[in-house]
Each structure stands twice: as C-alpha cells, then as structure tokens.
C-alpha cells in the first residue's frame, strides 16, 4: 500500500493519497487549502489517478479544495450529512473570528456527493475503507479504517482528521462542536481498536492507537468502548 501526503495551505491540514501501489487508481483524503498544485505533483510523481475524495469532516481548512479536485478528475465526494452544508457555505462552521479567513472567495459543493453513515463498508481504488462516525469536533465528523499490507503482515490504518491527535484531540468549541461528546466518540469508536493502528490525523504526525491510549493527557480516564 501506499500513504502519502502534504500539508496544505496556511492551516497545514494533512492531504493524504492512499492506493496500492505506484501506477494505478487512488482516493484524496482532504484537499485543504491551496492543495490543488501539490496535489498535481504527488499524483505525477506516483502515476496515480484519483477516483475519489474522502472528506473527514466539512471544515473549510479539509475541504477547501475538493470542488477544484472533483472537477478537474471527474470524480465524487465523500462526506457525512451532518457537515454537507459547510461544502457551500463554510461560514456556519466557524467562528466570528475565523470567517475573515474567506474573504471574498465563493465555495461550491462538487457535482456529485455521496453520503457517509456509520458502518459503511467502501470499495475504493482496489482498498476497502471502513467508516466510523465520531461527533463531537463536527457533528460529522468521521474516520476512515484501512489496512496497509507490510513486508511484516497487514497494519491497520486510522485517517482520523481533526478528531484524534497525537498526543491531543479536535477542538469543540466552533459551531457544532460539544467536548463530551468527542470524548465519547474517541472512547467508543477510536481507543477499542487494535493497538497497533496507525492514527494519520488531519495536522501534525502520525501515532498510534496503543500510544494515545497511554499517553494523550487528555483520554485520561476515559472508559474504553
């Protein structure tokens, strides 16, 4: 398998490419800001062709080019119903102080979209994805399970956007966010899963599931499942 990436724009949101292998179809997941000419690059750099685009939640720093990347690839968009609204309108998620950061730019959503839900199963670019849904940075929020094959056997693998970190987790204090319930959504969807899952998050590096349950201060305490 192959996971790689940028980080995109003023807010360095990770855009990750996952596909099999060099030469053959992949999926985007978060096309943030300024991510179209990187995006270019990476894709001829691995000879890769894009099938489609995962979105972990609607905030404008993940999605604001995934009408650009759609067009361009004639390709769909994958998001919750929960956060469909900010794909044209990514003022209502965000705070007073934040929606000067739009400016005058117009958004739309792609020409085709396709709704997320909890436990569905994607049949993507050769992969399969697994989706969990997890409110509480965005009320649709999800994450997005796969399996890297290795030379030492199959790594399960966690997009987690903005809702797990290493060694923290997603804000909740923009429209749509409640701490409680990303809390609950880390405890029950995240932290069961095996130990060795690699959390890809939407800023910052990678980690693990084992390492964030024993040392991400804020999951102290949490109940697990």
């Known amino acids: 398998m192959l996971i790689t990436g940028f ?3 003023m807010f360095q949101t990770n855009c990750y490419l996952v596909a099999p292998g060099d030469g ?4 985007i997941v978060d096309p943030g800001q300024d991510a179209m000419e990187p995006l270019r690059e990476v894709l001829a750099t691995h000879d890769l062709t894009p099938v489609a685009v ?5 905030h404008l720093d993940h999605t604001w080019s995934v009408a650009p990347a759609c067009r361009e690839f004639a390709i769909p968009a994958y998001i919750h119903p929960e956060d469909r609204h900010m794909l044209a309108d990514p003022g209502r998620g965000m705070g007073p102080g934040m929606a000067q950061i739009i400016g005058d730019a117009e958004f739309v959503e792609p020409d085709e ?8 199963h994607l049949a993507l670019a050769g992969l ?8 509480g940075h965005t009320q649709g929020s999800v994450d997005f399970l ?4 290795t030379e030492q056997g199959p790594v399960p693998v966690a997009l987690t956007g903005d809702t797990l970190f290493a060694g923290s987790i997603g804000r ?4 749509g966010g409640n701490h409680q319930q990303l809390l609950d959504s880390i ?3 995240l932290l069961p899963l095996d130990e060795r899952t690699v959390v890809l998050p939407g800023h910052g590096g990678q980690s693990t599931i084992g390492d964030e349950r024993a040392t991400n201060p804020f999951l102290a305490g949490l109940n697990v499942g």
């Open 7 to 9: 980080a995109a724009g």
């Open 24 to 27: 053959g179809d992949c999926v």
């Open 54 to 58: 995962l979105l972990t939640h609607g």
């Open 113 to 120: 979209v396709i709704a997320l839900a909890q436990g569905d």
């Open 128 to 135: 399969e994805f697994d989706v969990l849904h997890t409110p």
């Open 146 to 149: 796969t399996t890297a094959q």
């Open 172 to 175: 909740s204090d923009l429209p």
């Open 187 to 189: 405890a029950a969807r």
